[in-house]
């Protein structure tokens, strides 16, 4: 049972453009949101997070948006830059099952911005 | 660099032998969380420790077992391996027991032939 879903396995945009990441979730419990960015033969580095009784949060290039009606929450980077190309992961805490800090990971968009 | 160590980096070994992982959280940090990250998968939560002791497991099989050290670093103990826990493993610390960002280490490339 996925709880938390990347449909988009990659994506390609131009320098500078505005890059869109998508995340759906189903688990209605979840409390918190993070967006990890993950170059290749590193670990995953926080990038961007929100609460769940927020529906946005900016932090310079990124900004991330939650629909919680939808349960969909998507990152925008803007202006992308080649530097950005990374695997982005989506992921979801608190899923009313105990009382831990654990992470629920989408299955990770591979997002590659063209100079 | 996240100050999260992991080692080895890679480890290749044979099936049906045992191997251990080991992570050294952020200096301060009192939760470890280790996640499998499979090919082509996203990260799988496997189990947290808290100032030494367990506090949440994942789908974690009964061949993997972890500890927390009073010192606490963490190890990751796979027995039995087969041919299907070839996967990157990564250590995670933070702060606090649920909330706090999570710090990942470089993971540990585990290949079983």
């Known amino acids: 049972d996925q709880q938390v879903k990347q449909n988009s396995p990659s994506l390609s945009v131009q320098e500078g453009r505005i890059s869109i990441l998508n995340c759906d979730y189903t688990?209605?419990?979840?409390?918190?949101f993070l967006w990890y960015k993950k170059y290749p033969a590193e670990g995953p580095t926080f990038l961007i997070s929100?609460?769940?009784?927020?529906d946005k949060n900016e932090d310079g290039r990124f900004t991330v948006f939650l629909n919680k009606s939808a349960k969909h929450l998507s990152l925008h980077i803007v202006p992308s830059q080649p530097g950005d190309s990374a695997v982005y992961f989506c992921?979801?805490?608190?899923?009313?099952?105990?009382?831990?800090?654990?992470?629920?990971f989408g299955q990770g968009t591979t997002l590659q911005v063209k100079p | 660099d996240s100050g999260v160590t992991q080692t080895p980096k890679h480890l290749i070994t044979a099936t049906g032998q045992r191997v251990t992982l080991r992570c050294s959280p952020r200096?301060?940090?009192?939760?470890v969380y280790w996640y499998q990250q499979s090919l082509d998968q996203g990260l799988q939560f496997l189990i947290q420790?808290?100032?030494?002791?367990?506090?949440a497991k994942g789908n974690i099989l009964e061949r993997f077992s972890a500890q927390q050290f009073p010192d606490l670093h963490s190890e990751l103990n796979l027995s039995s391996l087969e041919l299907g826990d070839s996967a990157l493993y990564f250590c995670?610390?933070?702060?606090?027991?649920?909330?706090?960002?999570?710090?990942f280490g470089p993971g540990t490339r585990l290949t079983v032939l």
């Open positions: 992921a979801a805490r608190g899923d009313g099952s105990s009382n831990t800090g654990k992470l629920i």
């Open positions: 420790y808290y100032n030494g002791e367990e506090r």
């Open positions: 688990n209605s419990m979840f409390d918190y």
């Open positions: 995670a610390s933070s702060a606090g027991l649920v909330k706090g960002e999570q710090f």
């Open positions: 929100i609460s769940s009784i927020k």
């Open positions: 200096s301060g940090d009192l939760s």
